[in-house]
């Protein structure tokens, strides 16, 4: 029995959102219908509907949805109907890298994340009739209900704000995780962060629970770094600031003990990696264009210097994300800074507002009040 919801149809590259109705298949093996109270909009889904993602359109999109759990697929084990949850990217939990800890680079990865199908190449969604790419990270949350999958979907308290809590799933834990996960960064220790929007603010966060004796943040917008200041930055600087790297490297004699790029770009790459000190990481979380290239001093490199890339922070979202539930409770992790709510039917304002700056992480809203 399939079901008619609603969902933001983007039919070709760099198209408005279309409000739909669709149909959502009932749950497979191992899948959980959610109905999706709230989504963030990350910049990956942006990529996509730019056409980077180079799938076929019409699609829908939509990566950090949170609900509650409607019924549930046969094999589900652990969520019942009327539970609350977080859902995050697609991983089988079973192949060797799910087993050495590392599902963000699961084997399946690619197809249960970024096909727009599910691992199997099925589709959960249809539009006047015909199969449409949805299960976009295994959700395609830009929709009223999905079919997530057990092993994107963490478990939260009931009656938790899970309007707060959708950009857990992707954002704000790949920030968040390239510091406290990937970096696992010790108290007295030294960030750099580039690019303050999300993602980066996340990073500042984390760097300030995990006790970072600095945290220097990067962008080209000014008010971002006043926010970055307030959410636990030490120092800020523009981006356009000549002499930049010459002077963090004065700031701090010699470098940081890690960099993060969060922008996806090579000179910023290049920048950040000449702040961190030998011995030290520079990170990439930033999601370039398909052919950048960056160009590295070999020398550097055999200093001990690490360059690193990420995927979600390399965080497991059913270990990380409760982590940061429990920051947040404790006031540790104030995303309620960083997010701004739209209702469904606004979406094209929230990508608008994404797009020219003026929000951090647009949320859309499907469903207000309590939980079922
Ligand atoms: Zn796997
Ligand atoms: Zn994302």
Known sequence: MTLPVRAAVLREVNAPFALEEVELDAPRQGELRVRVHASGICHTDLSYRAGQGRFAFPAVLGHEGAGVVESVGEGVAGFEPGDAVVLSYYSCRACGTCA??????????????????????????????????????????????????????????????????????????????AVLESFRLQPGQRLAVF?????????????????????????????????????????????????????????????????????????????????????GTCGLLGLPGADAQVSIPMTALLFGKRLVGMLEGDADPKRFIPRLVSLHAEGRFPIEKLSRSYDFEAINDAVHDMESRTAIKPVLRMHTGAAR
């Open 100 to 177: 050495r800890g590392q599902p963000a680079y699961c084997e399946q990865g690619y197809a249960g994340n970024f096909s727009g199908a599910r691992p199997d190449g099925t589709y959960p969604m249809r539009w006047r009739g015909e199969p449409i790419r949805s299960g976009f990270f295994h959700q395609s949350s830009f929709a009223t209900h999905v079919l997530a999958h057990q092993h994107n979907a963490v478990k939260v308290a009931k009656g938790a704000p899970l309007e707060l809590l959708a950009p857990l799933g992707c954002g704000f834990q790949t920030g968040a995780g």
């Open 195 to 279: 690019g303050v929007g999300a993602v980066g603010l996340a990073a500042v966060m984390a760097a300030r629970v995990a006790g970072a004796a600095s945290i220097f943040a990067v962008d080209l917008d000014a008010r971002r770094l006043e926010l970055a200041r307030e959410l636990g930055a030490t120092d800020t600087f523009l981006a356009d600031e000549p002499e930049l790297t010459r002077t963090v490297l004065k700031k701090t004699r010699g470098g940081v003990d890690f960099a993060l790029e969060c922008v996806g770009s090579p000179k910023v790459l290049r920048q950040a990696f000449d702040v961190t000190r030998p011995l």
